[in-house]
Each structure stands twice: as structure tokens, then as C-alpha cells.
């Protein structure tokens, strides 16, 4: 690995890490985050710990998530990271290969760390969600600008109200090379759709 992969990546690393505790991690990672799409998907279902046997042995996940779309059958596979040091890319590029071994749709982090320059470069290209968990208070504290169709209200400074936690998605840009950072509050309407989009990969249309 070279220097620049072990640096931690800037857009995951602007906020403070948040003050939580594993239950309390546990709790949004399941309910807040994965569950608030149950209104986005058909048949959701999130299970915590749950055992699955792959093609090289059995994996015992953070947590899983199922629904159908189209008619077909969908298994995301989530490993959240109650962390302080950053996230390297080998613990990516392990739970890639536990996606291949089960035959998952789709691989997601949820991080209370940032992530390394390595892990985020092997996560855009292989398609599996990183996410990062701050405090709101950070967040709304810092932000100025005017609503756009991925901030919400209270994001732009207009209202009081401030979630204790938000999360973060990091994906590929519009740009080659480039990082598009999302926030995602549990306050904002669009934010049970950009969970099933952009955390659990529902299909477009």
C-alpha cells in the first residue's frame, strides 16, 4: 500500500467523530439509517448478527438487509465499524470478498471513523457503500449554504431542529477520480430515498 492509499481521505474526515455509544451506534446503524427505507423498498427486512453460510465458510454480519425490487430478491450486507483509528482498505476489500463469496447485491460500512484514501479509491471501484456517522449539532453548526435537492432545511441553517446523528454516503463523483459527499439527516424528507438509492443500491425505475 502505498503512502497516499494510508492517508485519511478529506471528505470523510470534516466533522469531529461522534460521541456514541455501541448500543446507541447499534440502534441508528439498524433503525435510523438501514430501517428508515422500509417506506422506499418492498419487504424490507433488517437483521442484526445474522449468520450466512459462503462459498469458503460461514460470516457472521453486523447487521443484513433484505427486500425485493421487480420481483427479485435483494441481500445487502452491512459491518459497522465503532472505530477511532481510520478505516483501512483491507477491512474493504474483506468484506468485497464476503459479498462474493455469499453472492450479496451490495456491501456497505458504517463508520464512526473516517476512511482511508486506499479504502475509499476500493470501495468506488468496486461499488460498495462507505458511510460515515457525526453529530448533527456538528453538522448544522458549520453549514451556510442554501438548500440544493441533497440538504435539507434544517441542513441550510433554516430551523432549530438538529438530529443527534446524520450520516454521511461517499460515491463516485461526476468527474473521474472524484468524490460525491452526501449528508443524509433523518430530518429530511428525501432521506428514506437516498438510503434505498444510494446506501442499499434499489435499482432506478
Known sequence: MSEDDSRVARPTALYPQPEITPSEFEKFVAHQLLGSADSKVNDLVVTLHEKIVGTDGVYDFDATVRYRFAGMSFLVLVEAKLHKNPIKRELVQVLHQKVQSVGAHKGVMVSTAPYQTGALQFAKVHGIALVTVTEG????????????????????????????????????????????????????DEYPCYVAELVLGQPSG
Not at 149 to 161: I, L
Not at 170 to 187: E, H, I, N, R, V
Open 137 to 188: 449539532r456538528f453538522v448544522f453548526n458549520t453549514r451556510d449554504a442554501a438548500p440544493t435537492p441533497h440538504t435539507s432545511r434544517e441542513e441550510a441553517g433554516e430551523g432549530f431542529g438538529q438530529p443527534r446523528f446524520v450520516a454521511h454516503h461517499f460515491g463516485p463523483g461526476g468527474k473521474p477520480g472524484t468524490t460525491q459527499a452526501w449528508l443524509m439527516s433523518p430530518d429530511d
